[in-house]
């Protein structure tokens, strides 16, 4: 069967968009003491370009909403590698061609913020919208190829920089690049059907008149917020909060959390059909906030590490446990719903970051409180699966 035939690689283009979302997220975390001792940029403004990057791609999320449709489904997405490619070269470029590095790590987060932004909004109701059976477990299955993604970034760059040295690492951002040039050619052989016709899917204001959207907002934001929150501080918190080598961090912190994220997503796409998933999510968020309690309270720091992979695993289902709910709840939601959503994950991957970064500066640079404090997020992923519960019957009916 021809390329442009072919469903499963439509399915194996949107798994290298999810990689290509994990090398623009997670690759700068692995360097912020990087660039906090070479560039003498506080923590705080390094927490800031966590916050910048999934401000930027809140800001497309919100965008997309009203022009993806418009535009079409291929030349987004083929747009959305070119830009996430740019981003990482830039991060090599960009900071020693400005007066100020730090402006340079900003236009540089900027392009690949765009890319990833778009990635979000574009891949999920691709898959949803591909002719293939068992929605759930396609969801879930390519949200774990984040997770894969997010491993490989943090194994491929810890023997690169214990190999050819942490100095050189612009080089490795070049190299990061051509997944996503790749992926952009691939994406434009592919086909690619939409979820609902431009005209049949609800609009942004009557979305946002259904009770059960503004739950699923409320989902999406702690699921962003309870994963970032733990993932983008988990190298700096190994190395600095529990005081382990740099290597030994990375590859227990970070890389642990990726690969129990992963293995908690396919478990998912295994068990979807055999599962009530809010009791399943409620559960998850109550192992969250123990992994939480663990990290940041335990006095010893195999038990901390412990506690950060074992967060990587509890917030596996959140994020497309959520958009399963909003798939199944409102299926007129259309790309509309899948943006707005995506919107609100990214404000929580924001948020949970920034609450991280700055609870910390304020308590003199004491890491371990400042991902303490991250444990609101799942507790109040806790109170939306129970709102979810309760919201009226007429918001779904409106949505189908």
Known sequence: MKVRE??????????????????????????????????????????????????????????AAKFVDRIGYRICVVAAHIFAAAGLIGMGVFPEMLVNPYHGLLLAIIFYAIGGGLIEVLVSPIVEACPTERKEAAMGLLHSF????????????????????????????????????????????????????????????????????????????????????????????????????KTVGDLMGPCMFAVLMGISRVFYS??????????????????CVCSYLLASLSSNAMLSLVGCALCGFSVGVMWPGSFSLAAQSCPRGGTAMFALLALAGDLGCSSGPAVVGAVTERLNDNLKLGVLAAAVFPVCMIIGVQLLKKVKRESYDTCN
């Open 146 to 245: 984040y997770c894969w993604g997010h491993v490989f970034v943090v194994l491929a760059s810890t023997l690169y920089f214990s190999t050819v040295g942490i100095q050189h690492w612009k080089y490795l951002a070049f190299l990061w690049s051509v997944i996503p040039l790749f992926n952009a050619v691939f994406f434009s052989q592919v086909p690619i059907r939409v979820l609902v016709d431009e005209n049949e899917g609800l609009s942004i204001r009557q979305l946002s008149r259904q009770g059960i959207f503004w739950v699923l907002v409320l989902l999406m934001v702690c699921a962003g917020a309870s994963e970032q929150g733990m993932s983008q501080w988990a190298s700096a918190f190994a190395e600095a909060g529990l005081k382990v080598s």
């Open 6 to 63: 072919n469903y499963n690689q439509t399915l194996n283009a949107c798994y290298l968009g999810y990689i290509t979302q994990a090398i623009v997220n997670n690759f700068a975390p692995l360097l912020f003491l990087t660039f906090h001792k070479n560039y003498g940029i506080s923590l705080d403004k390094i927490a800031m370009l966590v916050s910048f990057n999934f401000g930027v791609q809140l800001i497309v999320d919100l965008l």
């Open 270 to 287: 295994k068990i979807s059909h055999r599962i009530d998933l809010k009791k399943y999510m409620v559960g998850c968020s109550l192992l």
